[in-house]
């Protein structure tokens, strides 16, 4: 009996973990002819085997320094490809002894041009052959100089170098295991959401399933809507601006006044949507000049939690909602012009208007124009998802109602959007993407310290957040739990998520405490109370059409 329980229990484990082929050793020369007999035109730049437990020593890489430690034994290649039009992007791929027997690509964040690899070290973590690209340049979350008079580079960083890193990793995923992946996903945030939409239109192909986190799909607008944005607050000696220092003010305020409005009070704001916010209260009282708004300010605060509306009532972009106040700093900002310099680049370098172009000049001229050039086709606006659907895709989005640095409102225009295009096709847009609105997160992860929301999901830069060797849920790594794995499931067994559990621990320690958990539902259903459990628990909570 015991014989027979552990030969089960090894011919799972042997079943699950494959091992790599041992004739096949990690080296250059290898991948070199994996290359080459695939027709991809590309140099091997290295190929390191790591030892269980190891560290993937990042080097010469601005945008993303961090390296993954405690790795699964894994073999580290990084390829750099010469594309058709004769720029070059490089990504980096792990390939895992024990392969779960699927890829992973993960997303970048703004402008950065590296590759991603403390992302890819919490792919591995899963098992997953993962990849991540470079995007065809080299350099920080807001550089764009790279771009000016490079519109080749720019058609790199909107979609064509992930798709050629996912082409090609697929080749050498199938050279190296000696069998093709049987499922392949995509995970990414901000810009990596939109590399991820970008991807299921443009190559529906390439994934079976996209976790797409707060994605910045659509890039004409909303990189011209930081610098408008910003200008609300600018500048520092005008008697609108609102110091920094009256953010938090601002924000507890909200908090006090949007919290209970939901039903619960529990320091999360969970619909900003329903809040009939009064900004009055807030206005300065005769001869009190501290912790307080004059009539100026409270026209700013009016501006920031506005749309951004054009002459004849044309809608440019969302809002900033409320509960996002802690994370002002990026979007509303200090009234410095160093920072509105600083979200200037994309009308400098993408759209190619040069340096001389400023803030001042943003017109809704400016808007069109962008939707004229569309640079690099990266714009994630083909709300007809049909194709991807049609061949049994499965999308996973979401988005935190606290974000400070993209409006959350957008998630929902696209979403919106897509019901819209599909309807037409008959498709129900349950069957193959939800949204998750995260109540009291903020920009891909965290939440403000006032609010103490659960948001951890093991969506895309999560683990990175928190330590360098995480993955997955620690103790609720399941599809219940962890996205990832919730999109797996979906994708490979049919079972949707009809919920994703997220997770708060002390301090954002993953050794210490769970200190709240509760379930995100699939919009427009709402976490909706039990009226006697324990607030903090999930089980107290069930999602419900609420209005
Ligand atoms: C590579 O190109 C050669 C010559 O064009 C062709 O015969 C071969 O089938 C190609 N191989 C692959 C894997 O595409
Ligand atoms: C893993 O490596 C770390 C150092 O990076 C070491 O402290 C730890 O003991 C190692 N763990 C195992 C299980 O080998
Ligand atoms: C660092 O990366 C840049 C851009 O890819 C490259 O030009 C430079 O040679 C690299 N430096 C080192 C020390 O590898
Ligand atoms: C990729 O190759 C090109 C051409 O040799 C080179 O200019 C570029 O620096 C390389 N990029 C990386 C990241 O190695
Ligand atoms: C743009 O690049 C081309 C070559 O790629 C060069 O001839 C031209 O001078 C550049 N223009 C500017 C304004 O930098
Ligand atoms: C604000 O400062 C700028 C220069 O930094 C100056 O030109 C302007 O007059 C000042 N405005 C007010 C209202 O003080
Ligand atoms: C405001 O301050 C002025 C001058 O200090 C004083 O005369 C006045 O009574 C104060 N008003 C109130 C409402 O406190
Ligand atoms: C606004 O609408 C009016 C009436 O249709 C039209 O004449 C005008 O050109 C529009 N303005 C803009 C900026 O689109
Ligand atoms: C941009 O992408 C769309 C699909 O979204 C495609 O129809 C169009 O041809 C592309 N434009 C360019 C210039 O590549
Ligand atoms: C699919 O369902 C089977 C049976 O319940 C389970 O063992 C497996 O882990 C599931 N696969 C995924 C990816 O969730
Ligand atoms: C509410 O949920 C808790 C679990 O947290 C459970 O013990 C309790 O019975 C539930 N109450 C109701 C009214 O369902």
């Given at each position: 009996?015991?014989?027979?329980?552990?030969?089960?229990?090894?011919?799972?484990?042997?079943?699950?973990?494959?091992?790599?082929?041992?004739?096949?050793?990690?080296?250059?020369?290898?991948?070199?002819?994996?290359?080459?007999?695939?027709?991809?035109?590309?140099?091997?730049?290295?190929?390191?085997?790591?030892?269980?437990?190891?560290?993937?020593?990042?080097?010469n890489?601005?945008a993303?320094?961090?390296?993954?430690?405690?790795?699964?034994?894994?073999?580290?290649?990084?390829?750099?490809?010469?594309?058709?039009?004769?720029?070059?992007?490089?990504?980096?791929?792990?390939?895992?002894?024990?392969?779960?027997?699927?890829?992973?690509?993960?997303g970048?964040?703004?402008?950065?041009?590296?590759?991603?690899?403390?992302?890819?070290?919490?792919?591995?973590?899963?098992?997953?052959?993962?990849?991540?690209?470079?995007?065809?340049?080299?350099?920080?979350?807001?550089?764009?100089a790279?771009?000016?008079?490079?519109?080749e580079s720019?058609?790199?960083?909107?979609?064509?170098a992930?798709?050629?890193?996912?082409?090609?990793?697929?080749?050498?995923?199938?050279?190296?295991?000696?069998?093709?992946?049987?499922?392949?996903?995509?995970?990414?945030?901000?810009?990596?959401?939109?590399?991820?939409?970008?991807?299921?239109?443009?190559?529906?192909?390439?994934?079976?399933?996209?976790?797409?986190?707060?994605?910045?799909?659509?890039?004409?607008?909303?990189?011209?809507?930081?610098?408008?944005?910003?200008t609300?607050?600018?500048?520092?000696n005008?008697?609108?601006?609102?110091?920094?220092?009256?953010?938090?003010?601002?924000?507890?305020?909200?908090?006090?006044?949007?919290?209970?409005?939901?039903?619960?009070?529990?320091?999360?704001?969970?619909?900003?949507?329903?809040?009939?916010?009064?900004?009055?209260?807030?206005?300065?009282?005769?001869?009190?000049?501290?912790?307080?708004?004059?009539?100026?300010?409270?026209?700013?605060?009016?501006?920031?939690?506005?749309?951004?509306?054009?002459?004849?009532?044309?809608?440019?972009?969302?809002?900033?909602?409320?509960?996002?106040?802690?994370?002002?700093?990026?979007?509303?900002?200090?009234?410095?012009?160093?920072?509105?310099?600083?979200?200037?680049?994309?009308?400098?370098?993408?759209m190619?208007?040069?340096?001389?172009?400023?803030?001042?000049?943003?017109?809704?001229?400016?808007?069109?124009?962008?939707?004229e050039?569309?640079?690099?086709?990266?714009?994630?606006?083909?709300?007809?998802?049909?194709?991807?659907?049609?061949?049994?895709?499965?999308?996973?989005?979401?988005?935190?109602?606290?974000?400070?640095?993209?409006?959350?409102?957008?998630?929902?225009?696209?979403?919106?959007h897509?019901?819209?295009?599909?309807?037409?096709?008959?498709?129900?847009?349950?069957d193959?993407?939800?949204?998750?609105?995260?109540?009291?997160?903020?920009?891909?992860?965290?939440?403000?310290?006032?609010?103490?929301?659960?948001?951890?999901?093991?969506?895309?830069?999560?683990?990175?957040?928190?330590?360098?060797s995480?993955?997955?849920?620690?103790?609720?790594?399941?599809?219940?739990?962890?996205?990832?794995?919730?999109?797996?499931?979906?994708?490979?067994?049919?079972?949707?998520?009809?919920?994703?559990?997220?997770?708060?621990?002390?301090?954002?320690?993953?050794?210490?405490?769970?200190?709240?958990?509760r379930?995100?539902?699939?919009?427009?259903?709402?976490?909706?109370?039990?009226?006697?459990?324990?607030?903090?628990?999930?089980?107290?909570?069930?999602?419900?059409?609420?209005?």
């Amino acid at each position: 009996m015991l014989f027979a329980i552990s030969l089960l229990s090894l011919g799972t484990l042997a079943l699950a973990r494959p091992s790599a082929p041992r004739s096949l050793s990690c080296t250059a020369a290898t991948f070199e002819a994996f290359l080459a007999s695939s027709n991809i035109t590309a140099t091997v730049n290295s190929a390191q085997a790591i030892a269980a437990n190891g560290t993937f020593e990042v080097t010469n890489n601005t945008a993303y320094p961090s390296s993954p430690t405690k790795l699964q034994a894994l073999c580290a290649v990084e390829v750099n490809v010469t594309s058709e039009a004769g720029t070059h992007y490089s990504f980096g791929l792990f390939l895992p002894d024990a392969w779960n027997n699927r890829f992973l690509a993960v997303g970048n964040g703004g402008y950065a041009g590296g590759i991603n690899y403390i992302d890819m070290g919490a792919g591995a973590g899963y098992g997953f052959a993962v990849m991540s690209t470079d995007t065809g340049h080299s350099g920080g979350f807001q550089e764009t100089a790279w771009a000016y008079n490079n519109t080749e580079s720019i058609t790199d960083w909107g979609w064509r170098a992930m798709h050629g890193s996912t082409v090609a990793s697929k080749a050498l995923i199938n050279a190296w295991y000696g069998s093709a992946s049987e499922y392949n996903y995509f995970s990414g945030c901000s810009v990596g959401g939109r590399q991820g939409l970008r991807a299921l239109q443009l190559f529906p192909e390439d994934f079976d399933g996209v976790s797409a986190g707060a994605p910045a799909w659509w890039t004409t607008h909303n990189q011209l809507w930081a610098v408008k944005t910003l200008t609300y607050n600018y500048p520092a000696n005008a008697s609108h601006f609102i110091p920094s220092s009256m953010f938090n003010v601002i924000g507890a305020e909200v908090i006090k006044q949007c919290d209970p409005q939901d039903g619960v009070t529990d320091t999360i704001i969970s619909d900003p949507f329903r809040c009939n916010f009064n900004p009055l209260t807030l206005l300065c009282a005769p001869n009190v000049t501290e912790s307080c708004l004059i009539p100026d300010q409270i026209e700013t605060l009016n501006k920031i939690y506005n749309d951004w509306v054009e002459t004849n009532q044309t809608y440019v972009f969302s809002h900033l909602l409320l509960g996002t106040e802690a994370s002002w700093n990026n979007d509303v900002g200090t009234g410095s012009l160093a920072t509105l310099e600083s979200q200037s680049g994309f009308a400098q370098d993408l759209m190619q208007l040069g340096d001389s172009w400023t803030f001042e000049d943003l017109t809704i001229e400016t808007v069109e124009l962008a939707d004229e050039i569309n640079p690099g086709n990266a714009t994630a606006d083909d709300f007809d998802l049909s194709p991807f659907y049609n061949r049994g895709g499965k999308l996973i989005h979401h988005h935190g109602l606290s974000d400070g640095t993209l409006a959350t409102g957008s998630s929902l225009y696209f979403y919106t959007h897509v019901v819209r295009a599909i309807w037409e096709h008959g498709i129900d847009v349950d069957d193959f993407y939800r949204l998750f609105l995260i109540p009291g997160m903020e920009h891909c992860q965290s939440t403000p310290s006032n609010m103490n929301a659960p948001w951890y999901i093991a969506g895309a830069n999560q683990p990175a957040s928190i330590s360098t060797s995480l993955h997955s849920v620690p103790c609720f790594s399941d599809a219940k739990h962890d996205v990832i794995l919730a999109l797996m499931a979906w994708v490979e067994n049919g079972t949707a998520p009809d919920s994703i559990i997220a997770t708060k621990w002390v301090d954002d320690n993953t050794q210490a405490e769970v200190s709240r958990q509760r379930p995100i539902c699939p919009y427009p259903k709402e976490a909706k109370y039990n009226g006697t459990g324990d607030v903090d628990s999930a089980d107290s909570w069930e999602c419900a059409t609420l209005y």
